[in-house]
């Protein structure tokens, strides 16, 4: 399942990504469009393109592409991850394998020699940590690691389907 996060959903976006499902955010089109906004029309026209879910908190936007797209409401990130949940039997099983970049969507790869990216993260993390992924994308090459701020986020998400 691949998805499209309108505008107004970028932190959605990322997150989504974190739990493996490859999510394009709205402002990721500006270049391909040369425009900022980029319309609706152009998003929905590249979710089609592109056998994705357009994910939308504007209602009018959402009637006009509603048999291709997700409405949520309300706010905040775990609300809206809990309506997808409910929406689209979506999993929220972390796993650093799968995980996407939250930048920029690209896959990432594990990282065979921990010096090979030392000069990425802070001293700190290098030193405390021995597993590390890297994003593929040669343009942005973030490093991601199994941290402290993923286990908040676990725990969250799991708070939210408890609840």
């Not at 998805?3 to 391909?32: N, P």
């Not at 979710?47 to 959402?62: E, M």
């Not at 905040?76 to 991850?81: F, I």
């Amino acid at each position: 399942m691949k998805f499209l996060a309108d505008a107004m959903l970028g932190k959605l976006a990322r997150f989504l990504r974190i739990f493996g499902y490859d999510t394009i955010y709205a402002s990721d089109l500006i270049d391909h469009y040369h425009t900022n906004p980029v319309p609706d029309k152009k998003i929905n026209e590249y979710a089609v393109r592109s056998n994705r879910i357009v994910i939308t908190k504007d209602l009018q936007f959402y009637k006009e592409i509603k048999e291709n797209a997700i409405l949520i409401e309300g706010e905040g990130v775990y609300n809206y991850l809990n309506q997808l949940k409910r929406k689209l039997n979506l999993d929220y099983d972390f796993n650093m394998e799968k995980t996407r970049c939250s930048v920029c969507n690209t896959t990432l790869k594990k990282v065979n020699n921990k010096n090979s990216i030392e000069e990425f993260v802070k001293r700190e993390t290098f030193k405390n940590y021995n597993e590390f992924f890297q994003c593929t994308n040669k343009r942005c090459q973030k490093v991601f690691w199994n941290g402290p701020h993923i286990a908040d986020i676990i725990r969250k998400i799991q708070n939210m389907t408890e609840n």
